[in-house]
């Protein structure tokens, strides 16, 4: 499975992404805008 680190909450700690990529997000993704674009991504065959 892959994974998208979502990180636009304005709960998250000053660097939630670098968290998440070392627990294992394959991307991260910052705001709602690039959101749709990540997710075509993950959508096209590796």
Same mark, same amino acid.
């Given at each position: 499975?892959?994974?998208? &680190?979502?990180?636009? &909450?304005? =709960?998250?700690? %000053?660097?939630? &992404? /670098?968290? +998440? +990529?070392?627990? &294992?997000?394959?991307?991260?993704?910052?705001?709602?805008?690039? +959101?749709?674009?990540?997710? /075509?991504?993950? %959508?096209?065959? =590796?």
């Amino acid at each position: 499975m892959r994974v998208i &680190g979502f990180t636009a &909450g304005n =709960h998250c700690s %000053a660097d939630p &992404g /670098e968290s +998440l +990529l070392r627990s &294992g997000a394959d991307d991260i993704v910052e705001n709602y805008d690039d +959101l749709a674009a990540a997710i /075509e991504r993950f %959508a096209r065959p =590796h």
